[in-house]
């Protein structure tokens, strides 16, 4: 759902970027209760594994594709403040590097597929997990259902902005309609894998999903053949867990999607692109800014060989995003400790 320049004009553009400014300041500031030593750097590699899933298009119907949102995932992981940061990490990596995405859209983009996102799929999550048992389990279907209806929303948001500020004179019924149908079978998709993402990750170390939090089960010992809580002195702190592993694990996997499986991605028209063409919402689309860039396109300039340019695209791709990324939210929270460190020394 990459909106190119040319399909919102500039006066709305310009009001989604002030919009997408401000709620990234906002996100600047919440993040910074979000993140410690342990989910800064994991927030990193949360951007850089949703830049290499949202290179896997997946077919969703004839001559149409999807691709992760990505900020369900985000907000459930590491917290909605620290999502909408995510998301914006990775559409700005896009658009600079890769040609992907508008610069005059930045803001539409950041908008529609960070806010919006983020914003329904977290408050649909923790209403469903005010209702469910609290369980791992209900974490996971949350997830799903949280997921799920973000990206229709995504696409509702994106046929407001277009209803205001579009640059083609087409009939919004049959934008909203095109749009809404095409992106709840994306949605399926979304859904599954960030159900599949949070799944995986709550079962090795619930600890780090910021959704999950409170959900860990106490630590029990068997005793004379009975499970019985342990001493707290007996059980580790999770705080204490290293999360070298996890982080190892997610990396290696954001860099095999991206230097290898997105070659067999599919390579059909995503869902903006599908409606925009069918519609002509993209009659007067522009060149990209960065259309001249060596990875312009999810390929390496001068690399003749299809699978070569992509897969290292690809991982470099992953690389610049997990550094970004990673910068960061150290400096966010290295911030937040200096402002505590502030001020309890002038309480004393």
Known sequence: MHVPDGFINAPVSVAAG???????????????????????PLAGLVAAFIFA??????????????????????????????????????????????ADGGLTALGVNVTVMGVVTVVVAYAIFRGLLGILPPTRRSVTVAAF??????????????????????????????????????????????????AATVGAVIAVRPDLVHGARGLTAPLKLRVGGELVDAPAAAATPVAARSTRKVWATGLVTALVLAGFVSYYASASPDGLEKVAA???????????A????????????????????????GVIGVGATVAAGTGIFWAVRRRRTDELTATSVSAG
């Not at 002030?18 to 919440?30: P, W």
């Not at 209806?149 to 046929?159: G, I, K, R």
Request: proline share 3%.
């Open 145 to 194: 259902a949280g997921a799920l209806l973000s990206v229709p929303a995504a696409a509702a948001a994106f046929t407001a902005i277009y209803a205001i500020g579009g640059t083609t004179d087409v009939a919004i019924g049959k934008v909203f309609t095109a749009m809404v149908g095409v992106h709840v079978l994306i949605g399926i998709g979304e859904a599954a894998i960030t």
């Open 18 to 40: 002030v919009a997408a400014g401000v709620a990234v300041a906002v996100s600047l500031r919440g993040a910074r209760r979000e993140l410690d030593e342990r989910t800064a």
């Open 290 to 313: 960065a259309a001249d860039s060596p990875l312009a396109d999810y390929g390496v300039k001068n690399v003749d060989d299809a699978r070569l340019s992509g897969g290292l695209a």
């Open 278 to 288: 069918d519609k002509g919402i993209d009659e007067k689309v522009e060149d990209h």
């Open 53 to 98: 899933v949202q290179m896997l298009n997946f077919p969703v119907a004839a001559g149409t594709s999807g691709h992760l949102l990505g900020g369900a995932l985000a907000a459930i992981l590491v917290g909605p403040y620290t999502g909408v940061l995510c998301v914006s990490v990775v559409l700005l990596m896009q658009g600079i590097l890769f």
